[in-house]
């Protein structure tokens, strides 16, 4: 039996590919959940549908600024509405803006926090209420990086939003456990995303540099967090919660 049959699952910024939520939404969809994939750009999504569909997996697609509460009260209106409730969600969409701290402006500041941060609040808030109110539990996983555990030059917003959600989630846990709602974090590394590549493209020196600093010798791909991901969603995974998966080679081990 697949592991997510009959199961309702969210999954934020899945547009991009190769990307973290692109990988998970086709991972839940290959293990029978039904998959409602948000982005900024809905036809980026609807690719990923797409994709999902050849397969003979079900998916849809829809336009989502996570820094939008009114975006987020569409989303949850369209799934109770649809769907009847939400078995999971996985907050996924993010964006990295690398700066000295002395550099940052402070909207860079802030469009990160927004985006990388407030967006799992929103999600998170509405997932509670959704899932306690239709009362069959559900797992919630939130993703913030191993930047959100150790200290890392150049990404004190995006460290401190990371750092944000990883305690954030645990807080929530405890909250959530006596409703059978679980929450974890997963912590990625240098994962071979879109935003990976694009960071070094920017800084094509410290390549070597990172793949050097990795005790498995090599960067993740995204199947490696999607993987995490399904874990989490599924029944296996039934008495954790308040946890951080950290899915990095090896490299904060160190």
């Given at each position: 039996?697949?592991?997510?049959?009959g199961?309702?699952?969210?999954?934020t910024g899945g547009?991009?590919m190769p990307?973290?939520g692109?990988?998970?939404?086709?991972?839940?969809?290959?293990?029978?959940?039904?998959?409602v994939?948000?982005?900024l750009?809905?036809?980026?999504?609807q690719?990923i549908?797409d994709l999902?569909?050849?397969k003979?997996g079900s998916a849809?697609?829809?336009?989502?600024?996570?820094?939008s509460?009114?975006?987020?009260?569409?989303?949850f209106?369209?799934?109770?509405?649809?769907?009847?409730?939400?078995d999971?969600?996985?907050n996924?969409?993010?964006?990295?803006?690398?700066?000295?701290i002395v550099d940052y402006?402070v909207?860079?500041w802030?469009r990160q926090c927004?985006?990388n941060?407030n967006s799992?609040?929103?999600?998170?808030?509405?997932?509670?209420?959704?899932?306690?109110?239709i009362?069959?539990g559900g797992?919630i996983?939130?993703?913030?990086?191993?930047?959100?555990q150790?200290?890392?030059a150049n990404?004190?917003a995006?460290?401190?939003?990371?750092?944000?959600v990883?305690?954030f989630?645990?807080?929530?846990?405890?909250?959530?456990?006596?409703?059978?709602?679980r929450?974890n974090?997963?912590?990625?590394?240098?994962?071979?995303?879109n935003m990976?590549?694009?960071?070094?493209?920017?800084n094509?020196?410290i390549?070597h540099q990172?793949?050097?600093?990795?005790p498995?010798g090599?960067?993740?791909?995204?199947e490696?967090i999607a993987?995490?991901?399904l874990?989490?969603?599924?029944?296996?995974s039934?008495?954790c919660t308040?946890v951080e998966?950290?899915?990095?080679?090896?490299?904060?081990t160190?």
């Amino acid at each position: 039996m697949p592991r997510l049959e009959g199961k309702i699952a969210l999954v934020t910024g899945g547009a991009s590919m190769p990307g973290l939520g692109s990988a998970t939404a086709i991972r839940f969809a290959e293990e029978g959940a039904h998959v409602v994939i948000t982005d900024l750009s809905k036809d980026g999504a609807q690719k990923i549908v797409d994709l999902i569909a050849e397969k003979g997996g079900s998916a849809e697609a829809l336009a989502h600024d996570v820094s939008s509460t009114n975006d987020w009260d569409d989303v949850f209106g369209h799934i109770e509405e649809n769907h009847g409730g939400l078995d999971v969600i996985v907050n996924n969409a993010g964006i990295a803006i690398l700066r000295p701290i002395v550099d940052y402006t402070v909207e860079e500041w802030n469009r990160q926090c927004d985006i990388n941060l407030n967006s799992v609040f929103h999600g998170t808030q509405r997932a509670v209420k959704l899932m306690r109110r239709i009362g069959r539990g559900g797992s919630i996983i939130n993703i913030s990086s191993i930047v959100g555990q150790v200290g890392v030059a150049n990404t004190a917003a995006y460290a401190a939003a990371k750092g944000g959600v990883r305690i954030f989630s645990k807080t929530v846990a405890l909250e959530c456990a006596a409703d059978n709602i679980r929450v974890n974090t997963v912590h990625p590394g240098m994962i071979m995303t879109n935003m990976q590549k694009t960071a070094l493209e920017d800084n094509p020196e410290i390549y070597h540099q990172l793949v050097a600093s990795i005790p498995m010798g090599r960067f993740g791909e995204p199947e490696d967090i999607a993987n995490m991901n399904l874990f989490l969603a599924s029944d296996e995974s039934a008495y954790c919660t308040g946890v951080e998966f950290t899915v990095d080679g090896g490299m904060i081990t160190q």
